[in-house]
């Protein structure tokens, strides 16, 4: 099946200003996001969609793709869903969803994803991995809980799953996953997700995956075993993404 998968980067991030130039060791973030993904040889295209021509321009300067998109969208999905609808793309069969902040994406992640659509498991494909209970009370860390196959019942900000008794701690955090933001997609599931009215279970979750749960198409969620770095969304986090950067990335020279 051809694989298109599109990074959304939008330039207007309110936490971290101009996140997609940024730099991660010394280059743009978005970049350091495009050379990730298109390392992982997952997919047949490897696409940046944007909403400003500045961003555009650093992807096209290292002799890769980007679309220039829509400024009003409400989402990252929506952002992809327009790509994907674009005649040069109509022949991507599976759409997947790398966010723009990602540039240590983990492989095993994506490629379970993928396969969860790939394989005809699920519609759409996603990634958590067993989280400590630190996560538990972390609303900024999204919580899912599946069912015995692998798809996804819920997710959320809350606690979940809830310990109603203390003797049942240790059952407890063997249920903890933290869900990952990675998404794989069939070209008729992403279409139909953006199609479908904002649901009140998104928004008072702020949670957009609860949009096509709650209309019933499945989510399987697959397993990654360690989370390498999670996005960067703030000052800190990217102090942190360049150290990380500096000790596992860096080229040195020998003495």
């Known amino acids: 099946m051809r694989v298109l998968a599109i990074i959304p980067a939008r330039r207007g991030a309110t936490r971290l200003h101009d996140k997609p130039l940024r730099l991660l ?10 050379e990730r993904v298109s390392s992982l040889g997952v997919a047949d295209q490897v696409i ?5 021509a500045a961003v555009a321009d650093v992807i ?4 890769g793709l980007a679309a220039l998109t829509r400024s009003d969208h409400p989402s990252g999905t929506d952002r992809v869903a327009e790509v994907a609808r674009r005649a040069e793309f109509a022949n991507a069969e599976v759409l ?7 540039p240590f994406v983990d492989e095993a992640a994506v490629r379970g994803a993928l396969s969860i659509v790939t394989g005809g498991f699920a519609p759409i494909g996603t990634a958590a991995v067993q989280a400590s209970r630190d996560v538990l009370d972390a609303p900024d860390c999204v919580k899912v809980v599946c069912d015995d196959a692998g798809r996804a019942l819920y997710f959320s900000r809350a606690p979940i799953p809830f310990l109603r008794d203390a003797v049942d701690v240790a059952l407890r955090d063997t249920l903890v996953r933290q869900h ?7 070209r008729e599931a992403l279409q139909r997700w953006v199609a479908l009215p904002v649901h009140p279970l998104e928004q008072v979750e702020r949670l957009e995956q609860l949009r096509p749960l709650a209309a019933g198409l ?4 697959a397993n990654a075993a360690t989370v ?5 969304d703030t000052e800190a986090d990217l102090m942190r993404a360049n150290a990380h950067w500096m000790s596992n990335y860096e080229v040195r020279s020998p003495a």
Request: proline share 2%.
């Open 25 to 34: 060791g010394g280059q743009p973030l978005v970049l350091r996001v495009w």
């Open 218 to 221: 499945a989510i399987g969620v």
């Open 228 to 232: 390498e770095f999670g996005g960067i």
């Open 60 to 63: 096209v300067a290292a002799g």
């Open 96 to 102: 997947l969803n790398i966010q723009g902040d990602e």
């Open 180 to 186: 990952l933001g990675i998404y794989a997609y069939s």
């Open 48 to 52: 940046v969609a944007t909403d400003d």
